[in-house]
């Protein structure tokens, strides 16, 4: 059966619906010395911008990007990593590829508003603030699960906490979980949610699978969010860069994960080092999860994606001890 999207997945607050259109041009067309970047990224990787046709290569040829990877040095690899981090930061729809599958997800800058091509462009921003934006940790989380293989989500229950744009949230899916439960706090951000997942469902990308989009914000209505699941503890857990203390309550986020899962459960988080003066929140963050009897494992790059990844963003799997 065709991923659905669950009927109580409406807009929130009677919001008017995100249009999706995925063939407008980008607001912001590329600085020359981008792409002057790009086209030496690549070169660098042997793939041509275009085919012998001058018909631009679709995004799916991003595989034989990865593929050429290992044969990079190490400065090299640096180039890469400054290329997929940038590459297309400022599309308004961000191509995502996933298990040889090309996906669109639509996002939104901190400061944009929603009526890009009206007299109002620029004037008001969205209320998304930067929940609505792809960040490199959420790139590399995708990649790593994807890496890690279906049999690592075939069949399981994921709850994607913080979701921000659903980009882990369709990337589970695609991989073979059977169900996806799409959270955010932020109503604007969780319609924007609810926009990308139905235009994925609606391209078929996902089978089997039944993806929801929900409102959660940590710690309030976790009821709901069990009832979801049955009332059981959800096998997987996804945070994509979360751990923000001057954003987001960092002891909620781990009250949640361990609300949410089980002794067999485990949550992949993605983080990004920020430095912040009045403490370090990445040893903040370990405290909090020792206290609820959880341990953190930061995964080796080695086991990461060898082109998504980089020096300032990890990935931890948490667990029960």
């Known amino acids: 059966a065709m991923a659905q999207i669950d009927q109580s997945s409406s807009l929130i607050g009677g919001e008017v619906a995100y249009e999706y259109d995925d063939k407008r041009p980008y607001r912001n067309k590329p600085h020359p010395t981008a792409n002057a970047f790009f086209r030496h990224f690549d070169k660098l990787l042997s793939i041509p911008d275009s085919n012998e046709n001058g018909k631009k290569l679709s995004q799916s040829d991003e595989n034989q990007r990865i593929r050429k990877s290992s044969q990079m040095t190490a400065s090299d690899r640096i180039v890469s990593q400054l290329g997929w981090r940038n590459r297309y930061a400022q599309l308004e729809y961000y191509p995502v590829t996933v298990n040889n599958i090309t996906f669109t997800v639509r996002q939104l800058q901190p400061n944009d508003n929603d009526n890009f091509d009206g007299p109002d462009f620029g004037k008001n921003a969205n209320n998304c603030g930067t929940g609505a934006t792809i960040w490199p940790a959420s790139l590399v989380l995708v990649k790593y699960l994807e890496k890690m293989g279906k049999s690592k989500l075939e069949n399981k229950t994921v709850l994607d906490l913080g979701s921000g744009t659903a980009i882990t949230s369709m990337a589970a899916a695609?991989?073979?979980?059977?169900?996806?439960?799409?959270?955010?706090?932020?109503?604007?951000?969780?319609?924007?949610?609810?926009?990308?997942?139905?235009?994925?469902?609606?391209?078929?990308?996902?089978?089997?699978?039944?993806?929801?989009?929900?409102?959660?914000?940590?710690?309030?209505?976790?009821?709901?969010?069990?009832?979801?699941?049955?009332?059981?503890?959800?096998?997987?857990?996804?945070?994509?860069?979360?751990?923000?203390?001057?954003?987001?309550?960092?002891?909620?986020?781990?009250?949640?994960?361990?609300?949410?899962?089980?002794?067999?459960?485990?949550?992949?988080?993605?983080?990004?080092?920020?430095?912040?003066?009045?403490?370090?929140?990445?040893?903040?963050?370990?405290?909090?999860?020792?206290?609820?009897?959880?341990?953190?494992?930061?995964?080796?790059?080695?086991?990461?994606?060898?082109?998504?990844?980089?020096?300032?963003?990890?990935?931890?799997?948490?667990?029960?001890?």
Request: aromatic share 10%.
């Open 174 to 321: 695609l991989l073979g979980a059977k169900l996806v439960l799409c959270t955010d706090g932020n109503s604007a951000v969780v319609n924007l949610a609810i926009s990308n997942v139905q235009h994925f469902c609606n391209k078929k990308h996902s089978k089997d699978e039944v993806l929801k989009v929900r409102e959660y914000l940590w710690g309030d209505g976790d009821d709901k969010i069990l009832e979801e699941n049955s009332f059981n503890p959800y096998d997987i857990i996804l945070v994509s860069d979360c751990v923000l203390p001057k954003l987001f309550p960092m002891d909620t986020l781990v009250d949640s994960i361990k609300t949410m899962s089980g002794p067999h459960s485990v949550t992949y988080l993605s983080y990004e080092d920020r430095y912040y003066p009045e403490y370090n929140a990445k040893e903040r963050f370990m405290e909090l999860a020792n206290e609820k009897g959880l341990e953190v494992r930061i995964v080796r790059k080695e086991e990461m994606d060898e082109t998504y990844q980089c020096s300032d963003i990890e990935i931890w799997e948490v667990s029960w001890k």
